[in-house]
């Protein structure tokens, strides 16, 4: 059986008993072989070396249970209030569209800005991406989600949700998880609903 370049090139090799140089007796063809096939091996090498690092770097990094909360409760926010074909209406602008196609969970009151009301559905409600966040700092966005939530629920509970803003509520790791858990339990029954899978 013919001996070939181990590079995979091809070039058949003579008999080992025949080799007289280092380079055919280590199976290549050429010098440019034997630098094709280190190379190759040497790159296999640092790619598996990559590999574990971030392998590594990934079950060093913890979950953040409270952004994965507040995830959930967006995308909780947004795919309830669509109707059965997925769209949602902008609170603030009126703005029809897909609620997984430019649409954000608008927080009435600023998640920054207050541990009670972050995850409460009756605060997220669908934005379009150009009314929340910034776009609740300039014109009249703000003004037209608090004449939204008091159509919505009423100028009583728009004031006691304003009262306590400020209002400091402590979760455990513990409680966002249970709360992440209900979400997306919800969440797949409206997936179901409109037919995502």
Known sequence: MARKCKCGCGIELPPASKCTDIISKKRFASIECLTKDTRVKEAAKTEKAIKKRNSDLRKKVKVNPKAKALEAAQLLARISSADDNGYCTC????????????????????????????????????????????GMKFGNKEAAYTLWMIEKFGREFVDYMLENEKTITKRTAKDYEEFIEKANKEILTHKSRIGIK
């Open 91 to 134: 609170v603030t602008c009126g703005h029809v569209g897909k609620f997984n196609d430019g649409f954000d969970g608008g927080h009435f009151i600023a998640k920054g800005n207050c541990s009670f009301w972050m995850l409460d559905p009756r605060n997220i409600w669908p934005q379009c991406k150009s009314c929340n966040g910034n």
